[in-house]
């Protein structure tokens, strides 16, 4: 009984991923432009800084990417933590002193042997040899900077900082978020719903609990505020019957557009078992508050 069980939660889980491989494709300027205002600013905000990557379209939860991400993204990752105020500078900082020594070790190693060629400046460099001369992205990967991107996308897009407070950590601004909409729903900017109840739309945020003992609901939260809790939020993009669309930071290293399962209502199905279940969507009214 159990087995066939197991097999029949596994076949609808790859009947479901391949329902989103021949899924439409991603979102058109003509359908950002029918959003309303502050959704369409949003989504087009992060429709542009997943192109800038590459345009990487992931279906569900892969393990790996289908190419390596252009090592000279590395600025990107230093523009999303600059939208940090209280731990951006600090982690910039610390990236750039890396990444200083990393390229002066790298040009020093690949440099003609002449005198002065080790102080050659990155610029001098042809462009087409400059990737390879470069460290990795994934060497930016810790701290995570998922929520940084998120909080890129809402200060590129005009969101004021006392409605979306803008954190290196999802839970640094979810917490402010649920205690918004809990102390004034009708007024909130953002209220938090159950992601089997609530179908998400373009411009809202999707998010999921990476932590060892997820929570079973978003208002277990209330119960932690405050406290660290390991969470990733995607900026949903499009939305319907079969198939949610949203672009997420530091997913595998990059920016890049996921591809979810969804019932025929436009109900995000559940995560597989061994990945981190969804927590909660983020409905985004801000052109519904005063």
Request: charged share 15%; proline share 12%; aromatic share 8%.
């Amino acid at each position: 009984m159990a087995e066939g069980l197991r097999g029949c939660l596994v076949g609808l889980a790859t009947l479901a991923l391949a329902a989103c491989a021949s899924a439409p494709s991603p979102p058109q300027p003509e359908d950002v432009a029918a959003l309303p205002p502050w959704r369409g600013r949003l989504v087009a905000t992060a429709l542009a800084e997943w192109r800038d990557w590459g345009g990487i379209v992931l279906d569900g939860w892969p393990e790996a990417l289908p190419r390596e991400a252009d090592p000279r993204l590395y600025d990107k990752v230093l523009l999303y933590w600059n939208a940090v105020p209280l731990d951006g500078p600090g982690v910039i900082r610390r990236h750039q002193q890396v990444h200083d020594a990393l390229v002066a070790g790298l040009m020093q190693a690949s440099a003609p042997a002449f005198p002065g060629a080790a102080a050659y400046a990155l610029e001098a460099v042809p462009a087409e040899a400059a990737p390879p001369m470069l460290p990795s992205i994934s060497l930016w990967a810790y701290p995570a900077w998922s929520a940084a991107f998120i909080s890129h996308l809402m200060s590129m897009a005009g969101v004021p900082g006392f409605v979306f407070p803008p954190s290196g950590s999802h839970a640094g601004y979810l917490d402010p978020l649920l205690i918004q909409a809990g102390a004034a729903p009708e007024r909130a900017a953002f209220v938090p719903h159950d992601p089997g109840h609530y179908a998400p739309r373009a411009g809202d945020l999707l998010c999921a609990d990476r932590s060892a003992s997820p929570l079973l609901h978003w208002q277990e939260r209330l119960g932690e505020l405050g406290q660290f809790r390991p969470l990733h939020c995607d900026l949903v993009v499009a939305a319907g019957a079969g198939q949610i669309q949203a672009v997420g930071g530091n997913v595998i290293d990059v920016v890049a557009l996921r591809r979810f399962p969804a019932d025929r209502s436009g109900l995000v199905l559940p995560a597989p078992p061994d990945k981190a279940p969804f927590l909660v969507v983020l409905e985004n009214r801000l052109d519904l508050s005063p």
